[in-house]
């Protein structure tokens, strides 16, 4: 008992120790000597944002964790370096950042309407081809700032090769480990706001989505999932592809709760999980020891009507055992692969995400 509290303890004071170094927020900060224009080999990715944060004039933090009662519509450009090696986030340590070398954020814009919003999300669609226009919206864990949040989308964009529309859903996350139950009721707070999302889609000319959402974004993405199932509105277009939870943070109780309440009104989950998950086991320890999702074995969630696919093998996570989904060079290869291909599970039913991570030493269970 004593060994496992060292454990928890540790973890903690790893996770406040990080969160004390945490590197500087960027959003349009540029490189006067070496503008990020000027770096043409670099790659560069419009990501569209919605945000429950309250905006800030803080220099490079674009919106602060301070939560706001609307949705405000906004877009960056993330810069990926031309050195970028598969899996890692190049972030800079200091101002202003190295576009030769680092990820960089510029023309941070705000959409002053919905419309003005839909119809930049259109151009981009446009500029796809037709059965290609596609959305994907990813959605945050704990602990993070609107700069973790954009980079780690924009460095999963790259790094999956992904060919549609990305969006961000950022809700108002404190960004520090001591506060894991603000986070996590500002996670509940955004559910309304993560559904009208949604009916802003709908909108669009997107011919379908995909929501990825990682950590406490699952929880955020699950509880927003039950509400809409329970008004007959989840899905109501049919465009909803997939939902994809990368090491959810979700009380695996309450996730059974959730999947018999959203019953047969949508059947496309897939759960990426490890069971050597050690953000979660932090979580089991504040949770008083009930079980996370992300780290079950996952011979228990076959029965729940859920593709699980188990990441334990996989050791080769530059970003730590919390974010195999992005840090993997192997994994996050293999899910561009399946998100590439949605277009094919929505014509005739026959993908499945782990087809694409079979090669893998994982194990999956199907529904």
């Not at 959409?111 to 981009?124: D, G, I, P, R, W």
């Not at 924009?154 to 986070?183: H, I, M, P, R």
């Amino acid at each position: 008992m004593m060994r496992r509290f060292c454990s928890y303890l540790l973890i903690v004071v790893n996770f406040v120790v990080i969160s004390c170094s945490r590197p500087p927020d960027l959003v349009g900060i540029d490189n006067p000597e070496i503008t990020v224009a000027s770096v043409e080999t670099a790659t560069r990715h419009k990501i569209f944002m919605a945000t429950t944060r309250s905006a800030t004039e803080a220099l490079g933090a674009f919106y602060s964790d301070r939560r706001s009662p609307d949705l405000a519509l906004t877009s960056v450009d993330v810069s990926i370096p031309p050195n970028h090696v598969l899996g890692n986030l190049e972030r800079p340590n200091r101002m202003p950042p190295n576009p030769r070398t680092e990820f960089a954020i510029v023309n941070p814009t705000v959409y002053e309407t919905e419309k003005s919003f839909v119809a930049s999300v259109n151009v981009a669609l446009q500029r796809l081809p037709r059965n290609e226009r596609y959305i994907l919206l990813f959605v945050h864990g704990y602990n993070n700032t609107t700069s973790d949040s954009l980079l780690r989308l924009a460095q999963f964009v790259e790094d999956t090769n992904y060919q549609g529309v990305a969006v961000l859903f950022s809700w108002a996350s404190a960004a520090q480990a001591t506060k894991y139950v603000y986070d996590m009721n500002s996670a509940l707070i955004a559910r309304p706001l993560l559904a009208d999302l949604g009916r802003i889609f709908g909108n669009t000319n997107a011919e379908g989505y995909d929501i990825f959402a990682h950590s406490m974004g699952a929880l955020l993405a699950m509880e927003t999932a039950r509400d809409m199932a329970r008004i007959g509105q989840l899905d109501r277009l049919g465009r909803l592809i997939n939902i994809v939870l990368a090491s959810p943070d979700i009380d695996i109780d309450l996730f059974r709760a959730q999947m018999a309440q959203i019953d047969n009104k949508f059947d496309k989950f897939f759960v990426l999980l490890s069971q050597d998950d050690s953000a979660l086991g932090f979580s089991r320890w504040i949770a008083g020891g009930v079980p996370r999702l992300g780290s079950a074995d996952s011979s228990e969630l076959g029965e729940l009507g859920v593709t699980t696919i188990d990441l334990t093998a996989i050791q080769d996570s530059t970003s730590g055992s919390h974010s195999k989904f992005a840090g993997s060079p192997r994994v996050v290869q293999s899910i561009g692969r399946g998100l590439n291909s949605s277009k094919d599970f929505a014509g005739d039913g026959t993908y499945n995400l782990s087809d694409f991570l079979a090669y893998l030493p994982i194990r999956h269970v199907d529904n």
